[in-house]
């Protein structure tokens, strides 16, 4: 019985808080990171602001909650989905997955980002979420050039920019309502990106420099 009510606590819980992200999300998206306040989410979500100081430090982590919650985790959803590959597989999925259906969730990122250079505690917590990205990013490009299929010559950093690039670049594009490009053709460019990416090959005769 004690198992079955602790079951449904958590169920209870976990209904709420993705009812007060979902209100995030809303508030977020009509009136800004600024003029939104925590009471018209509660308002909106049918609870008191308790219940969201109680699961978020403040409107800052609220909003990266919500983002988070709307923007799916491409590089946990490859590296869980139980697909063996090599490191360049794996950016490739990660390339694949930048056309999936974000729900919203551009908008919500973009509005963390402007808001953030106003907004100091939005800015830290939003470089640390970068951050760990990057540590994972540069743990899988790390591994690739280990195993021979990146370039060594290469730095890590500059390879995981131009990731964080082409990702923010989609979410920008999104944003300003622009067509997607057709899957196919786009993991044909990703994976023509990658080939650059690998160890320069010497086939050409010599004296070519072509």
Do not use: C
Not at 59 to 80: W, Y
Not at 106 to 131: K, N, Q
Not at 141 to 146: P, V, Y
Request: charged share 30%.
């Amino acid at each position: 019985m004690a198992d079955t009510r602790s079951s449904q606590t958590r169920s209870t819980g976990s209904e709420l808080t993705d009812r007060l992200l979902h209100a995030a999300a809303e508030v977020f998206a009509e009136k800004g990171y600024e003029k939104a306040g925590v009471a018209e989410i509660a308002r909106r979500a049918g609870v008191t602001t308790g219940a969201i100081y109680n699961r978020f430090g403040g409107k800052a982590e609220l909003l990266l909650e919500a983002v988070d919650h709307h923007v799916p985790d491409s590089l946990d959803a490859v590296l869980n989905s139980g697909r063996s590959g090599s490191a360049t597989d794996v950016l490739s999925s990660l390339g694949d997955h930048l056309l999936d259906d974000l729900d919203g969730g551009h908008g919500l990122f973009l509005e963390a980002v402007v808001a953030a250079r106003r907004d100091p505690e939005l800015a830290a917590r939003l470089r640390s979420r970068v951050a760990d990205e990057d540590r994972r990013l540069g743990k899988i490009i790390n591994e690739g050039t280990s195993d021979g299929l990146l370039d060594s010559d290469l730095d890590e950093q500059a390879v995981v920019r131009l990731a964080h690039a082409i990702g923010f670049g989609m979410l920008l594009t999104r944003s300003m309502g622009l067509d997607l490009p057709d899957p196919d053709h786009w993991h044909a460019v990703i994976d023509r990106i990658l080939a650059g990416l690998a160890l320069p090959t010497d086939d050409s005769p010599p004296g070519d420099e072509t």
